[in-house]
């Protein structure tokens, strides 16, 4: 074999595993999910992302893909239906040397990551056909449009946008749809009081939910280091080792905030921490230094623990917070380029130019902003016109008798643990205990 | 004051329970006049004056009702006291019941005292509850069996307390040593108290957990200073003053007690007496006392503005002053909590 076949190989091989690593990310989510909500919803919540992973799969293939990376426009692409390849028809990822049936399965797997975080603010009280129509929705019209503006070579990417792995395109986006949700679903029966002083609503299995942020620490390795899509210069190691100083310096600066504000060394809010640190360096992690990392993940685990506290305050029952750690935190990311960005780094990567921190400017953190707002103004108005026009129709909400009994038995007619919550085994196993 | 002193004479007219519910009213009144943080400890004993009148009053009444009820035998000597705030002489206006009995009578006597105490016991909280003195949470209640005993049984329970290990007994000893008589032999509870203040003295390693318990509540105060306030429920946004530093100062203080055999009744006396006897760095002292004068001031403030909201207090309504003073004394609660973590160290070597 030539060396060039296999620098080829090697390369698609690091593509796929790092696909496989960030398609194993909805692992994480429906650990980390359904351990944050409660016993009665747990089948539907951790069962809801196969359904969003198949929604997902197929709309991307069929029209998502297309959209995100096919010639078109500055804002949406409109060629390669169902992966057809004509010959520069997917242009915007040619610089992967890698089969497109590779790049496809990669770029679904942040598709899939998007969609999950969206139903963050869904949790817990929307109807299954929401998960349906949405879903597909955001796959074909929401998701791609982003996409394509920040790396299918529309404009967003044409002014030198810095986003490596997403934390505009992906997380930022999910959260602003979860946001969008969680505000037009209105909060879940006995959240509130009735001088809207917010109560505690916890999860049902603490462990599940750090092993579902484990999970997501170690996707997050396929997420950003495998956006290199290369293996023969080595920078995916450094993307991977900024990576994770973020998450590190997240999960401490997290549940040391924790302790600062409300006294407690609080769990939930360290595995937020790593979460928030992790989005943050999605968009930074090519382009600043192992210091930078350090700070930009500290801020993130940080300051997201206060605006989920912030929001809570203010009436907004975002269940397991997905708007602070993936909105505020892919805010925070993306921004952070514009301050730290290193000349050295952006050599290596192409894109944009050195931040303010290094002399650049204010040139970077203008494109930066200009990135997060854009992005952000679309994805409310998509996301609210579909959710809106969905709630009008079909509905987004259950009743409240089918809130209340949980929608494990409401929607799915089965428990997630039938022994504690189904009378009918609840007796059989005292009969078999006597 | 005069106005306080002169509702005291009211209440000693009374004729009935509903004119001492009256006047636990009048006294919310006439108190909002004379809040002043200089003067909030000789506020502090009038008002304490004046509940013990009140309570005094309304046990009058349970003892005649009874008596007349003809159920038992009066004990030949016997006390109503009172733990907590009020029996620190530190209450806030709207307390809630801490009390208990103890009686003495010959050995053959014993259970039909108990029928007496235990009637009497239930009259007496139910008029308390009745002129606005809420059932203790917590059940320390002179009903509860824990609270009302002979003398015989009540040194046998504080030995068992002293010399077992469950996880309540340090929480039972820490109650009793506010043990206050209010109505009957005084010097029954004086005796009492003093005996258990001896006892938790000569036993190093109880000391030692006493010492470590005083680590409970935490001083809801962050690294930064900042003030740590309730997340969820219905108190989100407000603090808890009780826990804001008061209780681990009146802990505190009660832990150096027991080093230095202090049997005294107030906080402030036990810290003068803690301070004369060099238990505590004269400096810490010093802060000690102007913090748990600031608590005192808060705690009997809110609670008569907030009524039964009791110790929640939304952080808001607190001034930018206030929150600096109670800041100041929750720094100073923290340190206190330190001091007596090392001190309860050092015993284990002693």
Redo the contacts between chains.
Sequence with gaps: MDPKSLAAGLDSLWVMVSAILVIGMQVGFALLEAGSTRMKNSGHVAGKQILSFAIASLAFWAFGFAITFGAGNSFIGTEGWFLKEGKETFDSLSWANVPLSFKFLFQLGFAGVSLAIAWGGFAERAKLSAYFVFGAIFTIAIYPVIGHWVWGGGWLGNLGMQDFAGSTVVHLQGAIAALIATVLLGPRIGKF?K?K????IPGHNQVYTVIGGLILWIGWFGFNAGSTMAVGDGFFGYVALTTNLAAAAGAIAAIVTA?????KADIPAMVNGVLAALVAITAACAFVEPWAAVVIGAVAGSFTFWTS?YFE?KGIDDPIYAFSVHGIAGIIGTISTGFFASPRLVEITGVGKAGLVYGGGFHQLIIQTIGVLGAAVYVAIASFIVLFVLKKTVGLRVTAEQEISGLDISEHGSYGYPEQLDPAFINHSKTMVQ | MEQLYELIQQIDRAKTVSELSAYHRELAYRLRNFIERDTIYSLSHTLTDVHDALMKKALVFAEEETIHAAVGTPPKKWCWYVMGSMGRGEPTLWTDQDNGILFDCAPEHEASCYEFIRYFATVGTNYLHEIGYPYCSGYVMATNHRWSKSLRDWERQIETYINHHFPDDIRFLFIAMDMRPIYGCNELIVSSKQNLIEWIGNEPLLLKRMGEHVIFP?V?L???G?I?IE???????SIHLKHSGYVQLVNSLKFLSCLGNIPAMTTLERLQDIDARVLLPSPLAKKAEEAFLTSLYFRLKYSMELGNERDYVPLRVLDRKERLQLKRAMKTAKQLQRFVIRRAGELQDE
């Design positions: 009081n001088d002083t917010p109560n505690v302790k600062i504000l409300v006294g506290i305050r | 935490h809801p962050g690294w930064l900042n740590q997340r969820w429920g219905a108190y989100s946004g």
